[in-house]
């Protein structure tokens, strides 16, 4: 054990009382974030919150409803900010982050407004707004749907001599041969708002659906090509096959690959539709300019100019859809609902200027939307009212 327990105990003191330089809580943040899972510090420091007055951070109702959405879902620790710059009740924001780092397993770090102000208002008699979940509309080559979500495992259909299998939540494509040039015959993956899906392609790629998705794509993909068409948001690990290059077309772009896992979002209201390459080599082309991408990059093709940017995103972030997990890095407001908008079926009403409301945090989307929304009021002045299906949204 690399870490010395008694300055990190000196350091917890320092930060709870508001007493540390700069230095020293940078200190203590590095400390408490090089810890392992398994790490015997973990327990010296929650016998120090144990000791610690409660009253001096807030009500105790508030700490326990804290400590619950604490829970709910935060799986790693947070430092897109040093300690030291928070504005106010330290005290209280530095309780808050050492819970939640010995209460998970992967820590969290949240940046916590005050407690005593308003709490988020619900409507009278409206149920809770539950998370999304697994499930489809397979809209099959002669036109006709199947709801995936209300099926159980086994044969969905048969299409020139295509066997398509539904197996714990994941089609599949069981092609008996490669399709010609002609007569091809196209399936369509819709995932509408409040679920997500994941399918294998006849060629063995392997695609997840984001919420408000949709996949079109050949029962049997030709000889010397393999091309899908996309709208929202889908993840690709494309099975390698040289001489068939793997083409998306979404909007008036298209990715080309030959075998590589790699993300692309394309979101109507997204100011610009991005492609994520996570491994291999993929190409972005529109119209006759082209950019080869290699891992970590991120190109961005904006709708005002159709110029690309090329980037280095936040991969977790751009993935933790995939993973079951909300994941924002200094996001406005207004984008992040439109992630809540999608996954809880809901319709955010914007109550004034907004725009420089910016968050940073993670949680699990398995989460209720009343537990989203309450944390995301623990992090800003902010504000959240639902009123069926609509969500309020206003600043403090």
Do not use: C
């Not at 007493?19 to 408490?32: K, N």
């Amino acid at each position: 054990m690399s870490t010395d327990p008694t300055r990190l105990r000196h350091l917890f003191h320092l930060f709870v009382n508001d007493s540390g330089t700069p230095e020293e809580i940078r200190e203590f943040w590095q400390l408490v974030g090089d810890l392992e899972n398994d790490d015997p510090v973990k327990e010296e420091l929650w016998q120090l919150w144990g000791k610690t007055p409660h009253d001096k951070f807030a009500r105790k109702t508030d700490w326990d409803q804290t400590l619950m959405h604490i829970r709910s879902g935060i799986h790693e620790w947070e430092q897109q900010q040093p300690a030291y710059q928070q504005p106010r009740h330290n005290s209280w924001l530095a309780a808050a982050a050492i819970a939640a780092f010995l209460l998970l397993a992967g820590g969290a770090y949240l940046w916590l407004r005050q407690p005593e102000k308003p709490r988020m208002a619900v409507a009278p008699d409206v149920p809770a707004i539950v998370p999304g979940h697994e499930g489809a509309i397979l809209t099959l080559s002669d036109g006709s749907t199947v709801v995936l979500d209300s099926l159980g495992n086994g044969v969905v259909a048969k299409q020139n001599g295509t066997q398509v299998t539904l197996n714990n939540g994941r089609l599949a494509y069981n092609s008996e041969a490669i399709s010609g040039t002609g007569g091809m015959s196209y399936n369509t993956m819709t995932t509408p708002r409040g679920r997500q899906f994941q399918l294998v392609l006849p060629d063995g790629t392997k695609v997840w659906l984001n919420a408000e998705s949709s996949l079109r794509y050949p029962v049997a993909f030709n000889a010397g090509e393999r091309r899908v068409n996309l709208t929202g948001e889908a993840y690709f690990e494309v099975a390698a096959n040289a001489s068939a290059p793997f083409k998306v077309s979404v909007a008036n772009m298209e990715v080309a690959v030959l075998g590589t896992r790699f993300n692309i979002m394309a979101y109507k209201e997204a100011a610009e539709i991005q492609s994520t390459l996570l491994e291999g080599v993929v190409k972005v082309s529109k119209g006759t300019v082209s950019k080869l991408l290699q891992p970590g990059q991120q190109a961005g093709l904006s709708k005002n100019n159709n110029q690309f940017t090329i980037s280095r995103p936040d991969l977790p972030g751009v993935t933790a859809w995939k993973d079951g997990i909300f994941r924002f890095r200094s996001e406005n407001i207004v984008t992040i609902m439109q992630q809540l908008a999608r996954w809880y079926d809901i319709e955010p009403v914007f109550e004034g200027n907004l725009s420089a409301k910016n968050f940073s945090g993670t949680i699990s989307r398995k989460s209720s939307l009343t537990e989203v929304l309450q944390m995301l009021e623990l992090t800003e002045d902010i504000h959240f009212e639902i009123k069926g299906r609509k969500v309020m949204v206003s600043s403090l």
